[in-house]
C-alpha cells in the first residue's frame, strides 16, 4: 500500500515522504496512530494544505518571539537578597525568582525558558538569556542588590 508519512518515523522515513508498506502494517499501526496517510489524489492535497498551515504558524509563532525579543531586551529587573559577613548571599535567585518577577512585569515567560548554568549567589549585575523560540534568544539585565 502506498502512504504518505505525516511525521518523521524512525527506520521508516521522514514526514511527507510516499512509501510503500504492507496493507496490515498500515491499517493497524500507521493510520490508527496518525502517522500516516493513504497516498491518493485527496490526501496529498490535505497533506500539503497541512504543511502550509504548519510552516504559516511557525512563521507566526516565530514572529511573534521576534517581537517579544525586542521587548525583552530593554527590561531590567532587581532583586533584593539577604547577604550576610563578607557580602555572602543566603540562598540564591532561581529562574522562579526571575520567572516571577517577569510575570509581574507583564511577561509570560515559562522558568524552563530561563537559561541559568546554575543559581546565582552573588551581588552584582548580570546578563540572563531567555530562550523564546529555537531559533531567538534575548536577554534581560537581572540586577541583584542587598536587601
Known sequence: MRIILLQDFEGLGNAGE?????????RNFLFPKGLALKADKNSIKRFQEMARLKDKKKDRALKQSRELAEKLQAVSLTV???????????????????AQQLKDKGYDIDKRQIILEEPIKA?????????????????????????
Open 80 to 98: 533584593p537578597v539577604q547577604v550576610g559577613e563578607e557580602d555572602r548571599v543566603f540562598g540564591a535567585v532561581t529562574s522562579i525568582e526571575i
Open 18 to 26: 510516499q512509501l510503500d508498506v504492507k496493507d496490515g502494517y498500515a
Open 123 to 147: 551581588l552584582g549585575i548580570f546578563e540572563i538569556p531567555i530562550k523564546l523560540h529555537s531559533e531567538i534568544t534575548a536577554s534581560i539585565k537581572l540586577w541583584v542588590i542587598r536587601a
